[in-house]
């Protein structure tokens, strides 16, 4: 198997990670005392402010080496699912040619390896691993930051591979300003399935209260793909709805609280994520529910050393399969609810935010007959408690470092009733520093304790009572280097990465100790040309992936990592300011891969898709509507996805993607 520049031998440096581990606490608090002291001594002294890479709405600042995208480019996507949200980023592949069977993988890791947040909430994905982990209606999306492998430690807890935060809008983002009252309504036609989908917004504000209600409704049928062929169980039939109030008092202090809900029903393949299997299993109904709400306050104008973040939030999923194989029923329900209580203190050349959180996951599931006569439902809990403190100074005009650590405990309950306690330290340290003012080098370790993560609920007793002998928690080394290079329109990045995780759990095995050792090395290149009315970008990655030393086949990636190889993206978008029109087009190339042909299959195959849109928002309607035609897969070419399940079995057909599509729509802004 090809081997990326990167080569990093855990062992050699393991003692340096302990010592950021054991350090991280004290390295990101001691500066809050005597920084504060001496900002509050002098408080005429000129400072340096720290300068943000890249904004990010979540966290402080999204560190170099990661992904934000953010509100702009999310409605030049126009995006459909949560693959369209990450269409232009190589590091970060989604499969899944249908949103219920979407997976998201991050360096070749599946999300479910990440922590991952949606406006607070967190997600939770071990429902069945044919399932998606990612379904997100995209709709509302106003940011999305990805901190690849390492993560900072206010991310939050078991950011094995990193973390992902989702940002929903406010109604502060749909009203314009000075108006009280906005909102937006949406049609959308397209040719391939002949559906539609509908999307209306309505947001109101009045003396620091605002509102916000939210409805998507999509009713496709099956699509084509480039071949022509029906591709069964992919048509759409989601809901989505979301409600936000909030109030912002003249001091800064915001209160906000929201609700969403989400369903996912129909005709599904026998297992989602495979187009069919060759025994000629049919289709059957399967139902998929979300529901999310939370509270939350922050202040938008700190003074002093009072900056505190408050927010407490719920999420429940639920799957049910009635006829898996036509017979067996199998039910997961998943409830959390987590929060977080931190302050930012101000330090004069930086900040430092300190805090505690906690999760409470509970999972009951299981299959209504067994194998081994043991039918009904069993539960699995989980609580952790952590406190975390990360530091983001500025120690020179030219030098900018993060670092910082958590600890976390936590108790879990099997569905035997065996009981564990599990305590672990976390700790991160990033750097950069501006060698000119073109040029920007930067680099980042951590480590991250793993923990016991929930099992795979749908099939607690499908074979056999779980057996909890040698479950012992996870823990990830993670490192990143790299430089960027920006002059006059230009803008220049590449980096290095290693991930490696001991002891990944599988989360679908009886057997609780099943693991394996995942690792992921690479480099990412971006360059992009910024021209006044547009602009034109390219990306790459190269990414290999082993378990357990070996290349993992498709279907071991639920709850590991997927075979990524080199993939590239290019994106170009023009803007004519008289005529209200903007025009672009997006492609991806995968290029060929032979690293499954040492499981004895055929090697993956190069494909080139590529995208056009075109969108107008004439003048004589006040700027009010807005008209749009994406052309998607204008070759029509045929052929599945990187990384798409089953590719590499004789008993799976796998999702092919669709064929040529026209999606055209209308957005009337009021």
């Known amino acids: 198997m090809p081997k990326s520049p990167l080569q990093i031998t855990t062992p050699r440096i393991s003692s340096l990670l302990r010592s950021t581990i054991l350090a991280g606490f004290a390295l990101s608090v001691a500066p809050t005392i005597a920084l504060a002291q001496s900002a509050s001594s002098d408080e005429t002294e000129t400072v340096t402010q720290p300068v943000e890479v890249t904004a990010s709405t979540q ?66 994905d071990s429902t ?42 406010d109604a502060r983002d749909i009203i314009e300003p000075g108006e009280s009252f906005g909102g937006f309504a949406k049609i959308q036609y397209n040719s391939n399935t002949g559906g539609l989908t509908e999307w209306l917004t309505l947001a109101g504000q009045h003396e620091g209260f605002e509102a916000l209600a939210y409805v998507q409704n999509s009713n496709q049928g099956n699509y084509e793909d480039g071949d022509g062929n029906e591709v069964a169980g992919t048509a759409d039939g ?24 989400l369903e996912d029903e129909g005709v599904r393949p026998a297992r989602p ?127 900018r470092v993060s670092f910082g650590g958590r600890g976390d405990q936590q108790w879990f309950e ?85 991930n490696k995780i001991r002891g990944s759990h599988s989360l679908e095995y009886t057997t609780r100790d099943t693991t394996s050792t995942l690792e992921t090395r690479g480099f990412n290149l971006a360059a992009t040309w910024t021209y006044g009315p547009g602009f034109v970008r390219a990306a790459y990655t190269h990414t290999d992936v082993e378990r357990d030393g070996e290349v993992p086949s498709s279907n071991d990636a639920s709850y590991q990592g997927v075979v990524i190889g080199d993939m590239m993206n290019f994106e170009v978008a023009h803007r004519f300011e008289d005529l209200g029109l903007q025009v672009g087009t997006t492609s991806e190339l995968a290029l060929s891969n032979d690293d499954p042909e040492e499981n004895g299959n055929p090697k993956l195959d190069t494909y080139f898709v590529a995208n056009l849109y075109g969108e107008w928002t004439p003048e004589m309607l006040s700027h009010a509507v807005t008209f749009r035609v994406d052309a998607l897969n204008i070759f029509d070419r045929d052929y599945f996805a990187r990384t798409t399940a089953g590719y590499d079995s004789d008993r799976i057909e796998p999702y092919h993607e669709p064929g040529r599509t026209f999606l055209v729509s209308a957005k009337v802004k009021f």
């Not at 409605?75 to 693959?83: E, G, H, M, S």
């Not at 000119?436 to 499908?462: H, K, Q, R």
């Open 59 to 124: 966290s402080a600042q999204t560190l170099s080496g990661g992904v934000a995208i953010d509100e702009e480019e999310l409605d030049r996507q126009n995006a459909q699912t949560i693959k369209d949200v990450f269409r232009n980023e190589p590091s970060v592949q989604v499969s899944g040619a249908s949103a219920v069977a979407q997976k998201v993988y991050v360096q070749g890791i599946e999300n479910t390896k990440l922590n991952v947040q949606v406006d607070g909430t967190r997600q939770v």
């Open 414 to 498: 099997g569905i035997d009733g065996t009981d564990f306690s599990e305590f672990g330290l976390s700790g991160n340290a990033n750097t950069e520093y501006d060698i000119t003012e073109e040029v920007m080098v930067y680099a980042g370790l951590g480590s991250s304790f793993g923990g016991l993560p929930l099992g795979e609920s749908a099939i607690y007793n499908y074979t056999a009572i779980w057996d909890y002998d040698g479950f012992s928690p996870s823990r990830s080394y993670n490192y990143k280097a790299g430089a960027r290079y920006n002059i006059h329109q230009w803008d220049f990045d590449g980096s290095l990465f290693y």
């Open 273 to 399: 994520n495979f187009g069919a299997l060759t025994n000629g299993s049919t289709p059957q109904w399967i139902s998929y529910k979300d529901t999310s709400a939370g509270i939350s306050y922050v202040d938008e104008l700190p003074s002093g050393q009072l900056a505190p973040e408050l927010s407490l939030n719920y999420s429940k999923t639920q799957l049910d399969v009635p006829k898996l194989n036509g017979s067996v029923h199998l039910e997961s329900e998943i409830e959390t609810i987590n929060g977080k209580a931190a302050n930012t203190f101000d330090v004069g050349i930086g900040n430092v935010k300190a805090g505690v959180d906690f999760y409470h996951d509970e999972a009951t599931g299981g299959a209504d007959t067994s194998t081994n006569g043991l039918a009904g439902r069993f539960t699995e809990t989980s609580t952790n408690i952590g406190v975390f403190s990360q530091a983001r100074l500025s120690l020179t005009d030219r030098w």
């Open 238 to 261: 989601s809901e989505n709805g979301m409600g936000k109030i909030a109030f912002t008092g003249n001091d800064g202090g915001r209160f906000e609280a929201f609700a969403s809900h």
């Open 128 to 169: 069945y691993h044919h399932i998606g982990t990612a379904i997100i209606d995209p709709g509302m999306l106003k940011a999305v930051n990805v901190e690849s492998g390492v993560a900072p430690a206010d991310a939050g807890p078991n950011a094995l591979g990193g973390s992902m935060s989702y940002e929903t809008k």
